[in-house]
């Protein structure tokens, strides 16, 4: 699991960003798990479904947690996503406290009472609770449509954050089902679990390639250099006309006075 920050991709991109407008990251530490859902869903997410990644930080002590009733701990740390679900909405949603004391408790809670009265319609993903066993503290939860998953961890640092990418398809398993992963897909989400970055870097490279983004850049950059030149010479040319119209003018205005001033030399 590594721990280098990853902010910058061609996968999150602002010519990316406008490609990929249904598939979004709200409070992540960093830009990897945009970068890894727009490499997987490019071509399983159809444009009327969006997927969302959200990081929410409860910022609760062990104490608020222990005294505080199973309906108040719930209102902090349940997120509002699954409370006002949208049908054509596909989420993952991880919930982490600031501390791992508080964390642990929140974890006491969750299972102690999910399934009973909160997240009635979600179920424990317990297989996904032992492959994480050894790598974060987590309790996985996915809904009936299988279009959500909620993961409440006792923290998340950033080794922790990059290794949940491992399961992706676990979480979303509807937008999987009918299109099995590639060896190329295989390979970037165990890159997620690497001690460095360097092949996942590689292999998202490798993914914005195919879906050529370096054109996509170069061309959006070469469009607004175009609106900007087109801008300028158009300017130019208003400036030309301008001057060729006061330079008419004043010819015209000469010739009548020059008229004028014959007629009277006539008479």
Request: a negative charge; one cysteine or more; glycine letters at 2%.
């Amino acid at each position: 699991m590594f721990n280098k920050a990853i902010h910058s991709t061609m996968l999150t991109s602002d010519v990316a960003d406008r490609l990929f407008s249904n598939i979004i990251a709200v409070n992540a530490p960093d830009q990897s798990f945009l970068t890894t859902l727009r490499a997987m869903l490019h071509r399983r997410l159809s444009q009327n479904e969006t997927v969302q990644i959200t990081c929410t930080k409860v910022r609760r002590s062990v104490q608020e947690f222990s005294y505080g009733t199973t309906a108040d701990c719930f209102s902090w740390i349940l997120p509002d996503a699954l409370r006002h679900s949208n049908s054509l909405e596909h989420g993952i949603h991880i919930v982490h406290t600031a501390g791992p004391e508080a964390g642990e408790k929140m974890l006491e809670i969750v299972r102690a009472n999910a399934g009973i009265r909160y997240l009635s319609n979600f179920t424990r993903r317990d297989d996904l609770q032992v492959f994480y066993a050894r790598k974060v503290k987590a309790l996985f939860y996915t809904d009936d449509a299988e279009k959500n998953t909620v993961i409440f961890a006792e923290k998340l640092e950033l080794k922790h954050f990059h290794a949940l990418q491992m399961m992706i398809p676990k979480y979303l398993p509807q937008l999987f089902t009918d299109s099995p992963l590639t060896e190329t897909e295989i390979n970037l989400l165990k890159s997620t679990g690497n001690r460095s970055a360097d092949e996942y870097e590689r292999l998202i490279e490798d993914f914005a390639r195919e879906l050529d983004i370096r054109a996509e850049i170069i061309r959006s950059k070469l469009a607004g250099f175009e609106t900007g030149f087109e801008r300028v010479k158009a300017d130019e040319l208003r400036n030309e006309i301008a001057i060729c119209q006061n330079e008419y003018a004043l010819h015209f205005e000469n010739i009548i006075a020059s008229d004028v001033q014959m007629v009277y030399c006539v008479r």
